[in-house]
């Protein structure tokens, strides 16, 4: 941990060199950058560079703004339209393709180039790729997230089982392997029998042994996506290829597994949750097993009133773990009046120095080179003394360094989104087959990504 400690310090301390080496031949009048984010909980980290920022750089202002998820698109696409957008926003990869084909992101290559960064030796592998396209560079990663099981460990005790035997399972689409069982153990019905004894009544549970947060969309980035490619399906053959594979009868199979847990009684319908959710399912002691990402440890952190645990998701009939790595990058609009202001902000935000800040309060792990293991080593110190030394982070750490894989990346991304987000809540419902309804999705994808 001393090594580890005196490396952030180093880069702490290089914070303001790079800075002023960055702005050195820079002059001008005074001007505001407006920096758009959805997480709350990232807002007073960002800020904390834009105070280093800002004493190196008297010439620029940061004004950090921070929207909801739901309201933050829609206000985007507001800005874009309207010329009101902010000169740098934090960007998602469902939105990429969008926004590489509607022209809203200034190409970052000519400055990556002309100002030598070394983009692609700076950040953890697979993350700088996200954002590139024909050759531009639309953002620089900020920080990643992989996907594991969150448990309620009193649950996991009660029915007799150990953090040990959580983390050898297999899975497979066709009974679910050991995995599967364990769920059905956990879960618990009103009169005390768990889904795997006789007289178990699925129509009363009172704890349910797994919960999926949502349909998941065109990724199932925590819901399915993992499973099904830890059986050896894969979304497309290449970045861009909008022949998207919800056809396969892996995929299929795998999403007849999900819709069959909640006919079983092991989770919760999508009607019964409702507005809910799986998050307060879990809190509430109320699911025993949620799949989440690595954006939600801070979030356990702060309101778990449980002793709970974070473990590594199942091995799929490949003999492989496998999981989604995802990324957030900071994009400039391209209408920014301001671009080389935008840029020097940028460029610090993504730079060791900014990062080394952000590192150590463990909220996300950020995208430059060993910052994640420094979060990972935060998290876990900050877990084990609220809710048991089980509550070890590093399986997020694991499971980057395993088999990982890349969101699909499509023309038309949110159409394609939300029909199969509409597609997959029949499926998981239960009012529709998988073997019917996604063969007709992924026809209607490939009109949608074909088109112009």
Known sequence: MSAIRAIVAAWQAAALLLVLATVANAAGPSVTLRHSLWDANQRPLYQTCANAFQAANPDIRIRIQQVGWDDYWPALATGFVSGTAPDVFTNHLTRFTEYVQNGVMLDLAPLVKRDRVAADSLYEPGLIEMWRHEGRQYGLPTDWDTIALV????????????????????????DGGSFGRVLERLTLDDKGRRGDEPGFDRRHVRVYGYQNPSNGGMMG???????????????????????????????????????????????ASRDAIGRLGADALFLSGRAAIVPFGSW????????????????PLPVGPTGHRAT????????????????????????YVASPPCQALLAPQGVVFPSVRGMGQIAADAQSKRGAA???????????????????????????????????????????????????????????VREITSAP
């Open 151 to 174: 448990v309620n460990l009193e649950h996991l005790h009660a029915a007799g089982l150990s953090l040990a035997e959580l983390q050898q399972l297999h899975w497979n689409p066709r």
């Open 221 to 267: 980035q925590a819901e399915w996506s993992h499973f099904a490619y830890s059986a050896g399906w894969r979304f497309q053959s290449r970045p861009w290829d909008g022949a998207l594979r919800y056809d396969d009868p892996i995929f299929i199979a795998t999403l007849d597994w999900l819709a069959s847990l909640p006919q079983k009684g092991v989770s």
């Open 296 to 311: 939600m440890i801070d979030h356990y952190l702060r309101q778990a009133r449980i002793k709970f645990a974070w473990v």
């Open 324 to 347: 989604m790595l995802n990324s957030l990058a900071l994009s400039i609009w391209s209408g920014s009046r301001q671009p080389e202001a935008a840029w020097r902000w940028l460029r």
């Open 386 to 444: 609220q809710h048991g030394p089980g509550a070890n982070t590093q399986v997020f750490i694991d499971a980057a360094r395993s088999l990982t894989f890349q969101p699909p990346m499509v023309a038309h991304g949110s159409e394609v989104t939300d029909l199969m987000a509409s597609t997959l809540d029949r499926v998981l419902a239960g009012s529709a087959r998988a073997s019917q309804a996604l063969p007709e999705a992924a026809r209607k």
